[in-house]
T-cell receptor
Framework: AQRVTQPEKLLSVFKGAPVELKCNYS??????LFWYVQYSRQRLQLLLR??SRESIKGFTADLNKGETSFHLKKPFAQEEDSAMYYC?????????????FGKGTKLSVIP | ETGVTQSPTHLIKTRGQQVTLRCSSQ?????VSWYQQALGQGPQFIFQ???????GRGNFPPRFSGLQFPNYSSELNVNALELDDSALYLC???????????FGEGSRLTVL
């Protein structure tokens, strides 16, 4: 069965410091991974996906199949980055697309 | 473009009762999924509907059921409510064949 692990419940960094939110997964197939973000009083929304290989709001994430990781990184944290971040893996079977989420990491950027 | 809307936003039920939660999909999206998010946890997949049929289900008992209508709106029904059903229920719609989900703000259910 697929599983996503986010080892940190809370991560606090100072503004301008680098950020790395950890995500590890287990999946027997070819993984497709996502980062979703939830800002205060907003709905859950997609931040980025590994297949697009793009940088969103300064964040990047590289899929490392050898280490089964998909860590989210940003070189310089901003106060507006404070939010709840969820790593997710998609499982597709019989035409359905199911996301398996980690428990989330709360990022707090200290001014 | 209208986003995903859910109703009600909050509700309180007692053990053994039944509840219906509603969701309107984002315009143009024909696939809808429901997720349960307990406090301190990530969302957990309940089921998905496409063309008014369930085409994927997570590890939830049959008392969790759903419907999708021709206009792609959807309902989640939970029978014989238990205390552990207290959670935020999220609806998400997606264009067919993609993994990007567009979430509603959720319905917070409290079971007493």
């Amino acid at each position: 069965a697929q599983r996503v692990t986010q080892p940190e419940k809370l991560l606090s960094v100072f503004k301008g410091a680098p950020v790395e939110l950890k995500c590890n997964y287990s999946y027997s197939g070819s993984p497709e991974l996502f980062w979703y973000v939830q800002y205060s009083r907003q709905r859950l929304q997609l931040l980025l996906r590994h297949i697009s290989r793009e940088s969103i709001k300064g964040f990047t994430a590289d899929l490392n199949k050898g280490e089964t990781s998909f860590h989210l990184k940003k070189p310089f944290a901003q106060e507006e980055d404070s939010a709840m971040y969820y790593c997710a893996l998609i499982y597709s079977g019989a035409g359905s697309y199911q996301l398996t989420f980690g428990k989330g990491t709360k990022l707090s950027v200290i001014p | 473009e209208t986003g995903v809307t859910q109703s009600p936003t909050h509700l309180i039920k007692t053990r053994g009762q039944q509840v219906t939660l509603r969701c309107s999909s984002q315009s143009g999206h024909n696939t809808v999924s429901w997720y349960q998010q307990a406090l301190g946890q990530g969302p957990q997949f309940i089921f998905q509907y496409y063309r008014e049929e369930e085409n994927g289900r997570g590890n939830f008992p049959p008392r969790f059921s759903g419907l999708q209508f021709p206009n792609y709106s959807s309902e989640l029904n939970v029978n014989a409510l238990e205390l552990d059903d207290s959670a935020l229920y999220l609806c998400a719609s997606t264009p067919r064949g993609t993994g990007e989900l567009f979430f509603g703000e959720g319905s917070r259910l409290t079971v007493l």
